[in-house]
Every structure is written in structure tokens, then in C-alpha cells.
């Protein structure tokens, strides 16, 4: 019995089971990272309509009324603060994959339909797309929470605004 031979063949089994779990742990992430850059895009849809419709009052309010002065100005600064935080959320929502994203459809477009199996094999390229992708659902989080402190503050001067009429 040769037990380099025993040993090398283990040892390949090893590798070949240890890069299966890898591939599983990278797919798992990718879907991860998608589902939560999904949710982004949702809180953000209903950010952007929650922040419409104050908008939309101040719009129909605003002209044409003599309001006092005080009241006019926290009215000016709350709808500036919505049209702040509802520019933030487009922003936000706006598409933006780098075509350096190579294990993402954005490059997929770019293939033969005989290149696409080799770059769906590419655990560094999938890895690489991964960290891109969190990086750009860990930016929208932040500019949501930017987005919702400015409405909260707009609301204050809309609410102080109603006392001073």
C-alpha cells in the first residue's frame, strides 16, 4: 500500500470539499448582501413617498397665503429639509454598479454565452463583487439614516411652525 498516493488523493478531497464550502459560503454571502441591498431599495421607496407627501402640502399651502413671519420661515426651512432628504433618497436609488463588477449581470451583458460558465467560476471575481456590493448597501444605509434625520428635523420646524400661526 502507498501511502504518499493514500495521502495525496485525502488531501485532494480535502481541497476539492474545503472549495465546494467556499463556493457555498461566497453564495450565501452574495444572496445575503442582495437581499439586504433589496431592502435598502425598498425602505428607500418608501421613504421617497412618506416624504412626497408633505411636499406636496407645503406646495399647495405655501403660495399665495400671508402667514406670519416666524411661521414662514420654519415652513421655508421644513420644506427645504424635505426637498434635502427626498434628493438624498433619490440619490440613494439611483443605479450605480461600477462595470468593474465582473461576477454581476452588469458584465454578464458583456459575455459570449460560451465565456459565461468561466466567469461564473471565479470565486476572486465573485469575492471582489461581494465587498463592492456591501460597500454600496452599507452607503445607501447611511444616506437613508441621513435622509430620515433630516425629515425628522424638517417635521420640528413644520410642527413649530403651526404654533406660531
Known sequence: MDTTTDSAAGEGARQHTAGRRDAQHLD???????????????KAGALL????LPLAVLAAALPGRSWPPAATV????????????????????????PRSARASFHSWADLNPE?????????TEQAATIVMLSRLTRTKYRALRVAIDIAAAATVLLAAALFTI
Open 74 to 97: 420654519l415652513m421655508t426651512l421644513g420644506g427645504v429639509g424635505y426637498a434635502l432628504a427626498l434628493l438624498l433618497v433619490l440619490v440613494t436609488v439611483r443605479p450605480r454598479l
Open 115 to 123: 465565456e459565461l460558465p468561466a466567469a461564473l467560476e471565479a470565486p
Open 49 to 52: 413617498a412618506a416624504l412626497a
Open 28 to 42: 450565501q454571502a452574495q444572496a445575503s448582501v442582495l437581499a439586504e441591498l433589496g431592502r435598502t431599495d425598498a
